[in-house]
């Protein structure tokens, strides 16, 4: 396996490579990718510590409006731990791919939930089911709380039946547009029927709104129940190639290969292992063309998280881990609704292409990118006069573990520096002009580096 | 010229050239121009009370749904059944002058009560039931946008209604900051060297025609904004200073066809006379100023203006002397050649009430969207707006 190969899996399975993680791993595919799933074997929950909420009872916060409204704004409050202890966790478990698979399924099975156990609770059950079985999974989402209150699951009575879930479990979750009936969501709703939750967010079936008569979905008739109908939908192969177009689109290229596509749906269709097929995927030859190296625009979180790869950095201030979210346009346990984010060309605008550019600079080197061309540089008057007028006014307080990055990179000379930070191809002329860069600082080259259109790729 | 033929034909013409000569090209691409009327659309984020806004003041059944949240005190009464707010008295010449249209009664059908779904339904022009990635302004910009600055939102980022398909708007909380941005040496170095021989709709090619169209964009605003020309006095608040920043791209002549703004804090659930008589007031002199100011440039006759809000509230007041989540509420369009100004119907039956005590809707949004789409962009709703709407007369 090459060092291009290498960090392009990195990046497919986790968010980049540094020259450690490199020296440190054997170099045979098989190996390597084995190495990957052995990691994340394990799965770790993400806690953060919820006793604001313990012994709260159901009973108080109806007695108690005051302590309702209190109990709802801490939620609100935790829910930016969460989103926070979130992304330190994505930038630092071992279980690479379980992690960078949840992020995954979180813009796949979509949903947004205020309250923050429920929202804990639904984080983990992504994780939990990440490289397991997709049947298994799909049944899992349909019992959350979070789920049952974002799509209105729990309001779906017998008498009062709600589609919502019903519609896109089958748009949006398993099969995609137009492979269904308005016929077909009637009736699987009704199966559905009698689903909730308890105050601790457990699931709780409700018989007496359950529709117990027959129903008539995909041609068959029963008295199905809402796992019945997951088993339907998952008999049809369109299911099968619906996920794999997806995840190829995510982990392999935006753009679709159809007979790749074909070949990891006939992987999947055989038995929903999703770990099965990931590791199909990862051992390609194909997973390794050129062509796929280097042409996925990084998510927000991506960048983000990749970034701190490279240097280790530290927010001061949770507000502005959440301020830089959203001026990049994603922030996590936030969907814009329930089809997600679009991603690819749309995370980029004239607006967010001009943060991501100059936000490396901002957060990593008080909004200096350097100029030095040959051995001409600024002279260090008017980079001290820079940083005084700058002083004080950075939107952000952000510590940079330079020295790590010294010490990760000290066998990596300047010149080589582009080979780590930028995946795939860099455009001639400007692969010229930094050419004409003095690269004496290491430091200075690496933001000039994260400052190109280039570093928005992986 | 539509889109596609639009990248194909710049990505042509920039074959010839490297870098400082294309982006010059680019940025003497917009000769022909959108035409002259422009869209100011005004947000209430929140759910702004559309019944203590536009008062039935003559009606019982208000007041004894909110027996201590009803206004009874200074109504600017209208005619005999609805008045104003006190708070709104700033739009009374308005009124009066035949340069504001009230429409009643707006939502959708199955109204959604949640803040971020109904937005979303606002911004994206769907019906309740459906889920749309893009925003109707975006669409209208897919169609015949060609600048991202064809239309700017005054905001840090965003929103999803000036998301389209293929092409998007651009937000300017401040041009200044996005100008000195977009001029740092570096950048300028990067692109000055950049060579788009092979510059196709490959991701990295669309990332720097991305960044060349945001520093042009940038440029064209900073270079093209004549501080000067807004001379009117504006209240000091970060809405006016919206207006205030649109005032001065439609009178310096900028080549916007729609402005985005928006007020937020109109989620009254607890206390809401004092909120929301805040808000209204900041709203009313905000656009009083910014209409006064359009005026003295002679630009008011070719400027609309539309606020609408997610939703209205509950006609029942609450506990907490507040109010629940609403549907249907009323929208305003002010403008000078107004068909049908002043109230554009009647105020929806408080008898008559849906399920959860809301008002019914009798307008749909879109037919209001579609309607300004037609009548006064000169352009047509299909594909912009999803469903066919009939067309409303108000202008």
Known sequence: MTAAEFQHLYWRIGFGSNPNTINLLPKNRIHVVEQIF?????????????????????????????????????????LKNLNVAWIDRLGQSKELLREKMTLFWANHFVCKENHVIFAQMFNNTLRTHALGNFKTFVKAISKEAAMLKYLNGKHNRKNQPNENFARELMELFTLGEGHYSEKDIKESARAFTGYNHDFDGNFRMRPKHHDEDLKTFFGKTGNFSGDDIVDIILEDKQCAIFISTKIYRYFVNPKPNKKHIEEMANVFFKDYNIENLMRFVFLSDWFYDEVNIGVKIKSPIEYLVGMSHIIPIKYEREKDLLKIQKLLGQTLLSPPNVAGWKGD????????????????????????????????????????NYLRKNKGKLPFRITAAWDTFLSDFENVSSKNLQDFIIQGSINKGTADYLKTLNKASKKEYCIQLMSLPEYQMC | MDRRKFIKNSALASSLFFVPNFVKAFENVATNQLGYKRLVIVQLAGGNDGLNTIIPHNNDLYYNARPQLAITKDIIKLNDDLGFHPSLDPLRS?????????????????????????????????????????????????????????AMEMDEQLSLAMKGEYFNGIATNDYKVLYNTAK?????????????????????????????????????????????????DYPQNNFAKQLKNVAQFINSGLDTKVFYTSLGGFDT????????????????????????????????????????????????????????HGSANNVFII?????????????????????NGDLKYSVDFRSIYSTILKKWMNVSAKGIIPKEQKSLKFI
Request: net charge neutral.
């Open chain 2, 94 to 150: 308005l009124f009066d002058n035949g340069e504001l249209s009230i429409i009643n009664n707006v939502g959708y059908p199955n109204p959604v009560r949640s803040h971020f779904r109904s937005m979303d339904i606002w911004q994206t022009a769907s019906g309740s039931g459906e889920y749309l990635q893009s925003g109707w302004i975006g669409r209208y910009l897919d169609q015949h946008g060609e600048k991202p600055y064809n």
């Open chain 2, 269 to 324: 659930h607890a206390n809401q006379n004092k909120k929301q008589t805040q808000l209204l007031s900041q709203y009313a002199k905000s656009v009083s100023a910014f209409v006064n100011d359009l005026k003295q440039n002679n630009a008011f006759e070719n400027t609309l203006i539309l606020t609408f809000s997610e939703f209205g509230r509950r006609v029942k007041q609450n506990a907490a002397n507040g109010t629940d």
């Open chain 1, 345 to 384: 060309k749309a995370w980029i605008d004239a607006n967010t292409i001009m943060v991501r550019l100059k936000l490396p600079s901002v957060m990593l080197n008080n909004a200096m990118i350097s100029l030095k061309e040959g051995d001409t540089d600024i002279s260090d008057d008017l980079k001290r």
């Open chain 2, 184 to 232: 740092d040496p570096y950048f300028k170095n990067v692109l000055s060297h950049y060579n788009d021989a092979h510059l196709s709709e490959h991701n990295l090619g669309y990332l720097y025609q991305t960044m060349i169209e945001a520093k042009s964009s940038a440029n064209y605003i900073f270079e093209n904004t004549n501080v000067k020309s807004s001379s009117e």
């Open chain 1, 38 to 78: 052995v990691d994340s074997q394990s799965i770790t929950p993400l806690e953060i510590d919820l006793s604001f909420m313990s012994g709260v009872t159901q009973k108080e916060l109806k007695d108690n409006p005051k302590l309702a409204q209190k109990i709802r704004r801490e939620s609100r409050e935790k």
């Open chain 2, 335 to 355: 403008g000078k050649n107004l068909k049908q100004a002043g109230f554009y119907n009647n105020l929806a039956s408080l008898s008559d009430l849906d399920d």
